[in-house]
């Protein structure tokens, strides 16, 4: 029995060396604590880790963000998206369009390479051309809409209508007053468009309580 106890208080002068090199400081947890900690999405812990599991569960998302930082992009960085996806959205559309226009102007004419090059121009110019309106287009409303946020303080879909109605009617100005009241009322319509379908869970969860009552 000795040398059994002995051997005991060996290996037990082992373990706590080991403890106190690596954090041996830490609280000791018996198996019937851990079994009454929820494990949700893990897998059971080894109850001879000195990590207490309840601090590995987290109930919200965490993220660094900076001070004052916002968990959503503003418009100032959805500008640079939103400009660069209308403009390579403008020369997809272009460059299909400008594709039938050509097989449809040259549909006379025998596959040969007059016909090839007269296709790839009209190909090219209509790519620029729709890239060039698209993007012109993004351009405003990105630069309206940043600017009207900044002005107000606020961001909201308030913004979005203005920045849209401004947009349409400065793009189309070169039109007279007629031309700036039709811009006006089609950027006031996608705009609209956009904002209802942007909160359309929100208007349609609305009505559906508001039939409870």
């Not at 007053?177 to 969860?205: E, I, M």
């Amino acid at each position: 029995f000795t040398a059994m106890d002995n051997n005991s208080q060996g290996s037990g002068a082992v373990k706590a060396g080991l403890g106190s090199l690596f954090g041996g400081g830490s609280p000791e947890y018996s198996n019937t604590e851990l079994s009454g900690v929820p494990l949700t999405g893990m897998s059971p812990l080894s109850p001879y880790l000195n990590v207490d599991p309840r601090y590995l569960i987290q109930d919200t998302d965490e993220f660094i963000l900076p001070t004052g930082a916002n968990k959503t992009r503003g418009r100032f960085e959805l500008a640079f998206f939103t400009i660069g996806g209308s403009c390579m959205t403008g020369a997809t559309l272009g460059a299909l369009n400008g594709l039938r226009m050509g097989l449809k102007e040259t549909r006379d004419m025998a596959w040969s390479k007059p016909r090839n090059v007269q296709i790839l121009n009209m190909v090219t110019r209509q790519g620029a051309s729709w890239a060039n309106t698209l993007g012109s287009v993004a351009l405003l409303y990105s630069a309206f809409g940043v600017a009207i946020e900044k002005a107000r303080g606020a961001e909201d879909d308030l913004n979005t209508v203005a920045a849209g109605t401004l947009t349409g009617m400065l793009f189309k100005s070169g039109g007279g007053l007629k031309g700036v009241a039709r811009g006006g009322l089609v950027g006031l319509a996608l705009s609209g468009a956009y904002a209802v379908y942007n909160n359309w869970d929100h208007l349609t969860g609305s009505s559906s309580s508001s039939r409870l009552y």
